[in-house]
């Protein structure tokens, strides 16, 4: 990848303006990948050296010749000249951007390696959250279930405890029913011994009479004397 982008980058070439000789505004240039461009003090190559301008140095544009092969540039430090507008560039030369865009590339490259462990730890957590939901799910079935169950018990214990009041309330009645049963069975019991006794009394009664009377009403045998 960083191979083909230097490849791009150092096949585009030095751009040059396309400007004619008249007077210009001060804008911003490039010194073009060469291996260095002398500034001279007018436009022409017969001047006096000023300096040696390295590739990727920024210039501030001034003027052109007459015959628009020279430019008078500012430095950065404020030294002024004249350089071959041929090696003049509206946009940094690829030497100067290249360590940026290795820069960018290499933040895109560490960037892209966060991104994919992030996508990794997301994962991961996809994965716990999905076991985590089949677990809770396998939970609320669970819960479900002893609910309905809960419910069956519930009813059934409802019902028990209808039965209950039920078999207490009857429970009550037949115990009401057998004291009533025994208070008539201990008056009829009353009834014959007192009816025993008054048949007793009376046979005992018609034993006296039967004893104290009959013999009074059998008529006597006369006695017959052998002195007669």
Request: net charge negative; no cysteine.
């Given at each position: 990848m960083i191979r083909l982008l230097l490849i791009l980058l150092l096949s585009a070439g030095p751009l040059l303006p396309s400007v004619g000789p008249a007077a210009y505004a001060q804008e911003s240039r490039y010194i073009s990948d060469e291996v260095f461009v002398v500034l001279h003090a007018g436009p022409g190559s017969n001047y006096r050296w000023i300096g040696k301008l390295i590739p990727g140095t920024e210039l501030t544009e001034k003027r052109r010749s007459t015959d628009g092969n020279w430019a008078e540039v500012a430095t950065s430090r404020g030294t002024e000249g004249w350089v071959q507008a041929e090696y003049l560039s509206t946009e940094p030369p690829a030497q100067v951007r290249l360590p940026a865009v290795v820069r960018q590339l290499e933040e895109a490259?560490?960037?892209?390696?966060?991104?994919?462990?992030?996508?990794?730890?997301?994962?991961?957590?996809?994965?716990?959250?999905?076991?985590?939901?089949?677990?809770?799910?396998?939970?609320?079935?669970?819960?479900?279930?002893?609910?309905?169950?809960?419910?069956?018990?519930?009813?059934?214990?409802?019902?028990?405890?209808?039965?209950?009041?039920?078999?207490?309330?009857?429970?009550?009645?037949?115990?009401?029913?057998?004291?009533?049963?025994?208070?008539?069975?201990?008056?009829?019991?009353?009834?014959v011994r007192s009816s025993a006794f008054m048949d007793g009394a009376f046979a005992v009664l018609l034993g006296v009479i039967i004893t104290l009377v009959v013999p009074r009403l059998w008529p006597k045998r006369k006695s017959s004397s052998s002195w007669a």
């Open positions: 490259q560490q960037e892209s390696a966060e991104l994919r462990s992030r996508l990794s730890e997301l994962q991961a957590q996809q994965s716990d959250v999905g076991t985590q939901l089949a677990k809770s799910n396998a939970d609320l079935q669970q819960v479900s279930e002893e609910l309905a169950q809960l419910r069956q018990i519930s009813g059934s214990a409802v019902e028990t405890a209808e039965n209950n009041r039920r078999l207490v309330e009857d429970s009550a009645t037949m115990r009401t029913t057998l004291d009533t049963l025994e208070a008539d069975n201990q008056r009829l019991q009353d009834r």
